[in-house]
């Protein structure tokens, strides 16, 4: 397996499959970085496309000398992973600002009260989610949300196996902890 250094060397020159393999080494970790901005699995997709298409865009402008690529990527999906959201923020303020602006709710077959309640319920969670320290949020989204092993969260944060596991486990209680804080919302939103 080349290292990061000798695919980019390859990518500048065109090398579609280097650029391939950089992509799919990378992915995940992207994936998490977006997923924990967005919280959802379809803008998170759509953000890391969206980093990796910047990221060829400027893989002229890496230095190696200035860190690692994994690090500079790191820093490159978090950037653009902020500027989304704060762009989303700001379309939010303006649809909230001007009610006719708001979208219509959709016509489906479960009754709008159920849709509403599992939508209020659901950023309930969301918010406790996010809510949670970024380490432990990181772990606990890696792991119970996108279904990714120990092992592999490891090797994605790139910290020890034993410190994975005390994360994801801190964070679970710290989520229940919260939630059963806001049992009585919960309770409501049904």
């Known amino acids: 397996m080349n290292d990061d250094g000798e695919l980019l060397r390859r990518c500048r020159t065109g090398d579609e499959a280097a650029w391939r393999e950089l992509v799919e080494r990378h992915t995940r970790r992207v994936f998490a970085i977006s997923y924990r901005f967005s919280g959802r699995v379809d803008e998170a997709e759509d953000l890391t496309q969206e980093v990796f298409v910047k990221v060829y865009q400027s893989l002229a402008r890496y230095e190696p000398a200035a860190g690692s690529f994994g690090t500079w990527l790191g820093t490159v999906a978090r950037n653009h992973a902020i500027d989304q959201y704060r762009r989303r923020r700001e379309e939010r303020a303006r649809v909230n600002d001007d009610p006719e602006a708001l979208p219509s709710l959709p016509d489906h077959a479960e009754p709008v009260d159920d849709a509403l309640a599992r939508n209020e319920r659901a ?3 969301r918010r406790a ?3 949670l320290p970024q380490q432990l949020r990181e772990a606990v ?50």
């Open 123 to 125: 950023q309930l969670v």
């Open 129 to 131: 989610v996010a809510a």
């Open 141 to 190: 989204v890696l792991c119970d949300l996108q279904g990714l092993s120990y092992e592999e969260i490891a090797d994605a944060l790139s910290l020890p196996l034993g410190t994975v596991k005390s994360r994801i486990n801190r964070g679970r209680v710290e989520l229940a902890r919260r939630l059963l804080a806001r049992r009585a919302e919960l309770r409501d939103v049904r």
